[in-house]
């Protein structure tokens, strides 16, 4: 699901919502960015970073309607 736009009070979304995403802190982003380039040993590597426990989109989106007060279309 993506957030289109929340033009006319209104928030439209593309996707069903059964997405699941695991949020992350900024702070914590900016300490993981800053703890790897300190210690980096190789050019490069992948890696996904994340809080440990996900929320459904259907779930994140109520939420940001019950704190906005938008209209889900």
Excluded: H
């Amino acid at each position: 699901m993506k957030i289109l736009n929340c033009k006319n009070a209104e928030i439209t979304l593309w996707g069903d919502g059964s997405e699941e995403r695991d949020l992350l802190y900024i702070t914590d982003l900016v300490g993981f960015v800053r703890l790897a380039i300190e210690k980096q040993d190789a050019p490069f590597y992948l890696v996904n970073i994340g809080y440990g426990s996900s929320i459904p989109i259907t779930s994140l989106t109520t939420k940001i309607i019950e704190t906005a007060k938008k209209i889900l279309r």
